[in-house]
Nanobody, 113 residues
Framework: QVQLVESGGGLVQAGGSLRLSCTASGSSVSINTMGWYRQAPGKQRELVAQISSDRGVIYADSVKGRFTISRDNAKNTVYLLMNSLKPVDTATYYC???????WGQGTQVTVSS
């Protein structure tokens, strides 16, 4: 059984930073494509960043240059480092094991102005 557990969300002022973590069990992050998505109230869930098994990365235009996705195979964990946060980044952030469509429970990020 695959489980994804996100952590690291919270309340931060604009311009601040947070690092989200997604720890997987039941599958290896090193051989799967892993993604971070976010969903703001009243909006559709959107892709934020994605990292493939060969460490190829994709970022949404809105976060390029501010967010960095990375992976620690030994800890079976994927990270999302978020710098220069803006109020528009406020959302629930979800981790996905893209290959099979598994989702984590989400972690809330709130950026105050």
């Amino acid at each position: 059984q695959v489980q994804l557990v996100e952590s690291g969300g919270g309340l931060v002022q604009a311009g601040g930073s947070l690092r989200l973590s997604c720890t997987a069990s039941g599958s290896s992050v090193s051989i799967n494509t892993m993604g971070w998505y976010r969903q703001a109230p009243g909006k559709q869930r959107e892709l934020v960043a994605q990292i493939s098994s060969d460490r190829g990365v994709i970022y949404a235009d809105s976060v390029k240059g501010r967010f960095t996705i990375s992976r620690d195979n030994a800890k079976n964990t994927v990270y999302l480092l978020m710098n220069s946060l803006k109020p528009v980044d406020t959302a629930t952030y979800y981790c996905q094991l893209v290959n099979f469509g598994y989702w984590g429970q989400g972690t809330q990020v709130t950026v105050s102005s």
